[in-house]
């Protein structure tokens, strides 16, 4: 298993987990970032698989900042990497609300949207496309969750539970 | 080159350089920025205005980035469709030997122009 330290659990060899706690401050991101990316590199995953997984790892967890609800002292965004033989599994938790149910309904259609595409290059380009004739203002790009299957090689799904917390999953091979 | 201008977000740096022929906006570190509007969408909007009514070219190197998320390449894309149906020239430059550099900035290619005004170029 691996240890815990400082709030952290350190990685050993023989062991595929790591889990880390995030609250809503934006500004830890750059840590997020360097701790995932240590974790995968310590596991002796190749510069461009430990690159791969941090981006997604990153990714949803700005999506996890960005939409969660975080009202309760001791909510945050739980980021669980797994490497299990051949395989990698990015799961990110965060609890949501009422006001959230806009984007649960978002992603959701996004997910369905870019399974219609046989090629996920496909749908990056057609994003990458509608977010050229968009107006400069909108600050939205909707890009991370394309970039995920794209780039990341990973296939994306996700629940809520009964306690209104909602996991994204990004799950892929390694050897892809 | 020196940078005649730089700008800091966070782990993001942003370099301005300016010579006869070329206006270069290199982006160096990672960028994490939540909202890419407000730091470099001005900072490449005044960039292109600027190589049009001098006639240079830009540059937007990111050779030297080690991380950047989803979010920042929004303002990349609406400046290179708006240079691209525009009259400004703009040479996209990336390290193709970093891989996912090599898959985030090669897509970009739709933008490219026949006559090489809008340019994605990889290089090592």
């Keep these: 298993m691996d240890r815990k330290e400082g709030g952290r659990k350190i990685p050993s060899r023989e062991s595929g987990e790591f889990e880390i706690f995030v609250d809503s401050d934006w500004a830890q991101m750059g840590k997020v970032n360097n701790a995932i990316l240590d974790y995968l590199t310590s596991h002796e995953l190749s510069d461009e698989l430990a690159n791969r997984y941090t981006m997604v790892a990153c990714e949803l967890t700005e999506n996890g900042i960005k939409y969660g609800s975080f009202e309760m002292d001791g909510d945050f965004v739980r980021v669980r990497i797994r490497l299990d033989g051949g395989s990698i599994s990015v799961e990110v938790t965060n609890p949501v609300g009422e006001d959230t149910r806009a984007y649960l309904s978002e992603l959701d259609q996004t997910i369905q949207w870019i399974r219609g595409f046989q090629d996920p290059f496909e749908a990056y380009i057609e994003r990458m496309r509608a977010i050229s004739r968009e107006p400069l203002e909108i600050d939205r790009s909707g890009l991370g969750l394309v970039r995920i299957t794209y780039e990341g090689r990973s296939a994306l799904d996700f629940f809520v539970e009964e306690d209104s917390t909602l996991s994204v999953s990004a799950v892929s091979e390694l050897n892809r | ?124």
Aim: glycine residues 4%; proline residues 3%; aromatic residues 8%.
């Design chain 2, 1 to 124: 080159m020196d940078a005649a201008e730089s700008y800091v977000n966070d782990q993001l740096k942003i370099d301005l350089i300016e010579n006869e022929e070329t206006y270069t906006v290199r982006f160096l570190g990672k960028s994490f920025l939540r909202d890419p509007n407000q730091f470099v969408l001005p900072i490449l909007s005044k960039a292109l205005e600027d190589t049009i009514a001098g006639a240079k070219r830009m540059v937007i190197d990111f050779r030297d980035l080690a991380y950047m998320n989803s979010s920042t390449l929004t303002p990349v894309i609406k400046i290179l469709e708006r240079a691209r149906v525009g009259t400004g020239e703009i040479t996209v430059a990336y390290k193709k030997s970093l891989k996912w550099q090599d898959i985030s900035f090669s897509a970009l290619i739709i933008f490219q122009t026949p006559d090489h005004r809008i340019e994605i170029a990889g290089m090592d």
